[in-house]
């Protein structure tokens, strides 16, 4: 491992290297690691933002939407300026604004399945911060098959909830046994039509920022085989056990799905 930094790294992550538990030795880890961050929105943008500046070597944007005027009361990678540019290559500007010693590379497209299966492999770990549920299960599916760990997160109104699916490892419960099935068009509603508090997703998208270093960083934690939610109209957050389904279509004892759509 890498441990030449400069004095300008030295500086800029001068209050990591202070924690005994990141140290030299975990800053290192950070600046080696890669992370995809799908969906450059309201959780992606707080997400990809927290660990540009927690000094992660190389960040993958994930988004085929264009910015526009509704967006920025919660997507605070972005500015009013970019209105009009595809998400992805404007949150890259702000995170290289942030922290030009971290590489970003630009996914300007949709995520489908030929898309995860060229995407996913080349990652240490995925974050999902998608508002839509077709994706959500790829994701899940995807990074089960691919093993590779699946840091998920989702907001509506002024709820959020956030896990982390690492069911590749120590027979840890995958996103279907959360979810075995995406609900019918039209049952949940999305954010454009239900409305969602933008301070919200900043939170989410924080705490799924601290998930991700935790796991680079092998401290504390993680929320494997837990469900967080949070409430913030009440100010209150708990958190559920998952266990594995052994019925689980992907991840059970006679799964069904062997490969992504």
Known sequence: MNLDFTEAELHRYSRHILLGEVGAVGQARLRAARVLVVGAGGLGSPLALYLAAAGVGCIGLVDHDRLELSNLQRQIAHTTARIGQNKAESAAEALRALNPETRVEIHAMRMDAAVAETLIPQYDIICD?????????????????????????????????????????????????????????????????????????????????????????????????????????????????????????????APTIHAMP
């Open 129 to 253: 911060g998608t508002d839509n549920f077709p994706t959500r299960f790829l994701l899940g599916d995807a990074c089960h098959l691919l093993k590779k760990p699946l840091v998920s997160a989702a907001v509506l109104r002024f709820e959020g909830q956030l896990s982390v699916f690492q069911s590749h490892i120590d027979n840890n419960p995958c996103h279907r046994c959360l979810h075995p099935e995406p609900p019918p068009d039209g049952m949940i509603p999305s954010c454009s039509e239900a409305g969602v508090l933008g301070a919200v997703t900043g939170v989410m998208g924080c705490l799924q920022a601290t998930e991700v270093l935790k796991l680079i960083l092998g401290i504390g934690e993680t929320l494997t085989g837990r469900l967080l939610l949070w409430d913030a109209l009440d100010a209150r957050m708990r958190t559920i056990k998952l266990r594995r389904d052994p019925g689980c279509a992907l991840c059970g004892d």
